[in-house]
């Protein structure tokens, strides 16, 4: 069974950074698309960002500029550095892994998930 560890969240101060990063040692993350997903309190799940090739990304429009996606082949490692954090950032973030290597924002894509990282933004 695909298991995806996200590590990496805590509280910061707004305008702050931290770096999420999503581990499986049964997913190789080169094979497919992987993504970021959050979910605030009393909130729908959203896409944040999403990335096939090393160079192929997406993101949403609240996250673009502050938010970069990435992986490490070597490492097999996803990442989300994410700067200047707004207090409306704060969520529970998730990493999700598909089956294609299309790129897509869209939640059906995706049928692996981790249990999620808190990110807690203060003002």
């Known amino acids: 069974q695909v298991q995806l560890v996200e590590s990496g969240g805590g509280s910061v101060q707004a305008g702050g950074s931290l770096t999420l990063s999503c581990k499986s040692s049964?997913?190789?993350?080169?094979?497919?698309?992987m993504a970021w997903f959050r979910q605030a309190p009393g909130q729908e799940r959203e896409a944040v960002a999403a990335i096939a090739m090393i160079r192929d990304t997406a993101y949403e429009d609240f996250v673009k500029d502050r938010f970069t996606i990435s992986k490490d082949r070597a490492k097999n490692t996803l990442y989300l550095q994410m700067s200047s954090l707004q207090v409306e950032d704060t969520a529970m973030y998730y990493c999700?892994?598909?089956?294609?290597?299309?790129?897509?924002?869209?939640?059906?894509?995706?049928?692996?998930w981790g249990q999620g990282t808190q990110v807690t933004v203060s003002s």
């Open positions: 999700a892994a598909g089956l294609e290597y299309g790129l897509s924002l869209r939640e059906f894509k995706y049928v692996y």
């Open positions: 049964e997913y190789q993350i080169n094979c497919s698309a």
